[in-house]
């Protein structure tokens, strides 16, 4: 089992930014990929950003070069910088973590948290 908890969503004005952070406890040690998803009213989820093992990353065409997602493996704390946030950034934004179990692949998911960017 993974436990995930955000932090630091909230309301910025657009071509502001924030950071996201999302602390992991449990088994750690079966985690092998980490990202970020993001829900917006009357949408479905969608993938922002994920990040392997290996530091190896990917990005969603919509906030290349203005997201970038790291991990500090010390402190067991995903990150997510978000940079010219734009009025479509707006949503709950999610934390997942995947392991590699003997029963295969698992996701976990953190509670959410809201980002608001005004006009």
């Known amino acids: 089992q993974v436990q995930l908890v955000e932090s630091g969503g909230g309301l910025v004005q657009a071509g502001g930014s924030l950071r996201l952070s999302c602390a992991a406890s449990?088994?750690?040690?079966?985690?092998?990929?980490m990202g970020w998803y993001r829900q917006a009213p009357g949408k479905q989820r969608e993938l922002v950003a994920t990040?392997?093992?290996?530091?190896?990353?990917n990005y969603a065409d919509s906030v290349k070069g203005r997201f970038t997602i790291s991990r500090d493996n010390a402190k067991n704390t995903l990150y997510l910088q978000m940079n010219k946030l734009k009025p479509d950034d707006t949503a709950v934004y999610y934390c997942n973590a995947r392991t590699l179990g003997s029963d295969g692949w698992d996701d976990y998911w953190g509670q959410g948290t809201q980002v608001t960017v005004s006009s």
């Open positions: 990040i392997g093992n290996g530091g190896n990353t």
């Open positions: 449990g088994s750690i040690f079966s985690i092998k990929y």
